[in-house]
């Protein structure tokens, strides 16, 4: 039996934190065996926003480097940079034509986005959903492993690609998007109750993949806990809440056995507990990030083959719409 098709991708914009280890990466991990999986370093995603390019290189090669530590086995699935496969940008010009500037404009992310950059509300910003679609239905996705706060983009991906099959005939498959229910929202060490995020303001609301140990237990030191001093989880104790979550997320327990092994212990010995926990786990993975990033032409081929295949599937579905929708492509 044909296995299904999975795809999702990161922007190399920002160091990964635990937030996009536990909710992404790791949960590629275990798709990656019984899925077809395409996993991407969306870099056209990340010049909506104002970009050093240098950084941008040097970020995409990173990030490529650290899903491979992480475990993503390039022999098992197609890991590819975004810019490489032209299809991406073909596919969402044409569904440009198929999607209303209300509903951009109505995008949560668009919204948050236009006040952040008020100085800087491009089209790209606004078309940010229509090239996620574009990434999501040219490899005939069926899955689509993402975070809570980019379940709205492939709602908009499911629109677009049934307004496309009513207007020109069945052409895409519809994706599913495939969210975690635990571990699926890791949440800022000074805030618990915003997302942990990788462009952040504040460094210490976020533990990076790269950061050291004495950085990581300085901030789980100063992570901001909850009134009371039982160590529970609860809605009333959203700082709390958050870091048994990324304690289960690494030691791989349920959150009865965290809240059992804690209890009577104080704020303190919990934070360092956590801290221990997560620095123990991302060492090894730091080692081998930096080793692969040392093996320049290693990497650049794993790239090149990924960038390869991934033409090959995106191809096929780009010529199927382009003569769907009666572009010329030769005789
Ligand atoms: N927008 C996603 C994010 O910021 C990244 C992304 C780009 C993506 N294209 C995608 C995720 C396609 C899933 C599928 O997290």
Redesign the pocket.
């Known amino acids: 039996m044909e296995k299904k098709i999975v795809?999702?991708?990161?922007?190399p914009s920002g160091i990964p934190t635990i937030g996009n280890y536990i909710g992404?990466v790791r949960n590629w991990l275990s798709l990656q065996e019984d899925y077809d999986c395409f996993f991407?370093m969306?870099n056209l995603?990340a010049i909506t926003v104002r970009h050093d390019p240098a950084l941008l290189r040097r970020r995409t090669l990173e990030l490529a480097a650290l899903y491979i530590a992480c475990g993503i086995d390039p022999e098992k699935c197609t890991l590819y940079v975004?810019s490489q496969v032209p299809q991406h940008a073909e596919l969402c010009w044409t569904l440009n034509s198929l999607t209303y500037v209300g509903e951009m404009e109505r995008m949560t992310?668009f919204k948050d986005k236009a006040r952040n950059h008020a100085d800087n509300i491009n089209m790209g910003l606004m078309d940010?959903p229509v090239?996620?679609a574009a990434?999501?239905l040219l490899y005939q996705?069926d899955l689509?492993?993402?975070?809570q706060?980019?379940t709205q983009?492939?709602e908009i991906?499911r629109d677009i690609a049934i307004r496309f099959n009513n207007r020109y005939g069945e052409t895409f498959r519809v994706p599913e998007a495939l969210v975690r229910k635990q571990g699926a929202k890791i949440c800022s060490l000074q805030d618990p109750l915003k997302k942990m995020s990788k462009s952040g303001e504040n460094p210490n609301d976020s533990i990076f993949m790269t950061d050291d140990r004495d950085t990581i237990l300085r901030k789980f030191k100063r992570a901001v806990t909850d009134s009371g001093s039982e160590i529970v989880c609860s809605e009333e104790k959203p700082g709390v809440s958050n870091l048994l979550a990324i304690y289960c997320a690494f030691r791989g327990c349920s959150m009865a056995e965290a809240e059992r092994e804690f209890s009577g212990k104080g704020y303190g010995e919990f934070k360092l507990a956590v801290g221990e926990t997560v620095a123990d786990a991302l060492s090894p993975v730091q080692a081998e990030q930096a080793r692969i990033l040392s093996d320049k032409e290693y990497l650049g081929g794993v790239l090149s083959r990924g960038a390869e295949r991934a033409f090959k599937a995106a191809r096929k579905t780009l010529s199927k719409v382009y003569r769907k929708v009666g572009f010329y492509q030769g005789e």
Request: glycine share 4%.
């Open positions: 795809y999702s991708a990161i922007q992404s991407a969306a995603h975004q992310q940010y090239l996620m990434d999501i996705t689509v492993p993402v975070g706060d980019q983009h492939v991906a």
